[in-house]
């Protein structure tokens, strides 16, 4: 199975790392290929530039956002959140019948830290993206946590914890749900239901900034607790 | 001590009544006690007319906000959300120099099922409340689980789930967790911060609100699991 990741920034290299690891064909989709070939400076977050990533992972190809679309056959979207909608939008054509695993978040940095959700409450971006990607299975996950915690959750509790996955088909879901216990080992999946349920999930992100700065490290996750 | 809950709802009554059991001298604040007295049918979620109520709890006083504000030594803001601010407001004058803690939640049932917040993100109920009572110290905390479970924790796994707490004075926030403990059992209260974390806990209800119709029950909680 050849999986796309589409963006090249700590949470789609997570992924991407981790995905050709374990022996799947990746390719790591990006606005220009040569632009991010040629960055030789750590980004804002401090992160080695991705060229120096790619060379621990030599097995991932590095693909223009068109053709890493269309050679995935499962798409993992991990683009920055303020450019997540007009990037997937342009892709329409390529994704058209593919599950989209939307594992963003609309984080605002431009207010100051930490930041806020520049979409919420009556919309989500994973409504966003189903919404230009008619044609595509969204299903939203992931998104809770940190990603080295995304890719690898037994490291924490042996796996004793939450996500959640939002989406409007049922079969992709539980498709979704067999990759994530397949590649990641995730034994905890909660199905809060449709797409519009992506507003659930995605507004954690407030709690999970303010639970980051008083914990002062990014490896926890929230359990719900039923009985 | 004496313990004010202003609200007539059930969430008031629970924490009025549970406390009143505990031997506290409890006052509920209501806008009209007359009113509340004399309505003889149950409210629009069902819930009995607080008046049925109140037979059983027979040692907790009702008196209006003003009264019941003046009276209590510590208050617990249990109004409705989209009154909470133009109540409070009201009462700067009594709830002055005092402990209030707020668990109110910013739900808008006007949009339709499942209720939206009226306010998040860039701010929260909690900091609205702060701003019109600048000499009480809000607290918030306990709005992000089921009334019976905020005030009986242990009869989910144990008490093995979280709360969280926020606010700007360290001292008064000490108080609270000690008052969670000794009146209804909590053993584990999550700082979060000042008060502008409470856009953290408050933006928890629409994941809530979800989890709620996915669970098809109301006593759940979430914990942080760190290790």
Redesign the interface.
């Known amino acids: 199975m050849k999986i796309a990741v589409l963006g090249t920034g700590m949470v789609g290299r997570t992924h991407a790392g981790k995905l050709s690891q374990l022996g799947y064909e990746v390719v790591v989709g990006t606005r220009v290929v040569i632009a991010t070939k040629l960055k030789d400076k750590p980004d804002m977050m401090g992160n080695p530039p991705f060229s120096a990533w790619l060379k621990d992972n030599k097995k991932v190809k590095l693909e223009n956002y068109s053709d890493a679309a269309k050679q995935g056959e499962i798409i993992i979207n991990a683009v920055k959140g303020e450019v997540v909608v007009e990037t997937l939008k342009s892709l329409e054509q390529e994704l058209s019948g593919k599950i989209l695993i939307d594992i963003s978040n609309p984080l605002d940095f431009s207010?100051g830290m930490p930041p806020?959700?520049f979409v919420?409450?009556?919309d989500s971006l994973g409504e966003q993206i189903q919404k230009v990607l008619p044609r595509t299975k969204v299903v939203k996950t992931l998104n809770t946590l940190n990603a080295y915690l995304q890719v690898d959750p037994n490291q924490?509790?042996n796996g004793?914890?939450d996500i959640?996955i939002s989406g409007n088909d049922a079969e992709a879901k539980a498709k979704v749900v067999g990759y994530l216990k397949e590649w990641y080992g995730w034994k905890r999946v909660?199905?809060?239901?449709d797409i519009t349920?992506a507003?659930?999930?995605e507004?954690?992100l407030?709690?999970?900034?303010?639970?980051f700065?008083?914990?002062k490290?990014p490896?926890?996750?929230?359990?719900?607790?039923?009985?």
Chains 1, 2 share one sequence.
């Open positions: 207010k806020t959700l919420s409450n009556i924490l509790a004793d914890h959640f909660i199905d809060l239901g349920t507003r659930g999930a507004m954690v407030p709690l999970w900034l303010r639970l700065s008083t914990l490290k490896m926890f996750n929230i359990k719900v607790v039923t009985e």
